[in-house]
């Protein structure tokens, strides 16, 4: 049984999530700003079809799941792959 006191956190938290994931479901101008490339920290562009965030310094994009950048350097997919329609580091 919860406390009144945890199920007021787990709502906030919740919420929180929701705020966050519409925000990052909208990725917009202001949120790539903030992101940068794990690698080199340069700035990083949406890809055509919006499901990658490109750097073109190391020439690896960063895949869009769910909505969600996956701003890591091990999943990185070498901008060559990519265009080959990899859409994870491995295979
Ligand atoms: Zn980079």
Same mark, same amino acid.
């Given at each position: 049984m919860l406390s009144g006191a945890a199920r007021c956190l787990i709502r906030r938290l919740w919420r929180t999530y929701l705020l966050h994931r519409r925000y990052v479901v909208a990725i917009n101008p202001e949120l790539l700003e903030i992101l940068? *490339?794990? =690698? *080199? =920290?340069g700035p990083v562009a949406m890809v055509a079809e919006k499901d990658g965030l490109a750097c073109a310094a190391c020439k690896v994009v960063y895949p869009v799941r769910d909505d969600i950048p996956v701003m890591l350097i091990e999943e990185a997919v070498p901008a060559e792959k990519w265009a080959g329609g990899a859409r994870t580091a491995k295979g």
């Open positions: 940068a *490339c794990p =690698k *080199c =920290k």
